[in-house]
């Protein structure tokens, strides 16, 4: 019954290591985005699940991040070689319908520090 | 791809005024246009939504207006209140159900 849930809550990682974000969205949703949001900055859109279709990546800034969604549910946001300017709010947000999409559930987010 | 533009970017409102926050969307495709309120800290949530097949909406005091022809939509809150100040997103959703959001409104309503 929790809503979307994200780990970890607070990251902070030096210039060039790897970090993985991950999203537990809420049960039986089928949709799934992540969104980046730079402080005091808007919604940036990097990446959408929906069911067993081709993630829409659209929205991916390099291709030093990368996001996979295991068995339509639990959805890991990876990002290599972190940089200073990858530093930011990571906001995931799950959805109960593709078709028709309605309102969207975000997370608290997982915010990133890079050093 | 669909962008979103809105404005402004900050308001300072007196309690009891009015706010108004405009967004202009580019893909004519778009049929669903949300609006989400992020307090200091927390996670965005819905306020209201809209529907290319409708016009105007409204919930309490909040209203959400529609103009497909000029690619626009607007959100007005009525009788501000200290819980109103926030910021703001409008967003917008193409085809392919990616929701391309705004850059936000900072709202202040002063007591």
């Known amino acids: 019954g929790a809503g979307v849930s994200q780990s970890p809550s607070n990251k902070v990682t030096e210039k060039g290591k790897d970090v993985e974000l991950r999203c537990d969205p809420i049960?039986?949703?089928?949709?799934l985005y992540w969104y980046r949001q730079s402080l005091g900055q808007g919604l940036e859109f990097l990446i959408y699940?929906?069911?067993?279709?081709?993630?829409?990546k659209s929205g991916l800034p390099s291709d030093r991040f990368s996001a996979e969604r295991t068995g339509g549910s639990v959805s890991t946001l990876t990002i290599q070689r972190t940089q200073q300017e990858d530093s930011a709010v990571y906001l995931c947000?799950?959805?109960?319908?593709?078709?028709?999409?309605?309102?969207?559930?975000f997370g608290e987010g997982s915010r990133l520090t890079v050093l | 791809g669909e962008n979103v533009e809105q404005h402004p970017s900050t308001l300072s409102v007196q309690e009891g005024d009015s706010a108004v926050i405009k967004c202009t969307y580019s893909d004519s495709a778009s049929n669903y246009f949300p609006w989400y309120k992020q307090e200091l800290g927390k996670r965005p949530q819905l306020i209201i939504d809209?529907?290319?097949?409708?016009g105007e909406k409204k919930d309490q005091r909040i209203a959400v207006t529609l103009n497909k022809t000029a690619k626009h939509f607007s959100l007005h809150i009525t009788e501000t209140q200290p819980e109103d100040s926030a910021v703001y997103f409008c967003?917008?959703?193409?085809?392919?159900?990616?929701?391309?959001f705004g850059g936000g409104t900072r709202v202040l309503v002063k007591p």
């Open positions: 809209i529907r290319s097949n409708v």
């Open positions: 967003a917008a959703r193409a085809a392919g159900n990616k929701l391309t």
């Open positions: 049960s039986g949703h089928t949709a």
């Open positions: 947000a799950s959805s109960l319908a593709g078709g028709q999409i309605g309102e969207l559930f």
């Open positions: 699940f929906q069911g067993n279709s081709a993630p829409d």
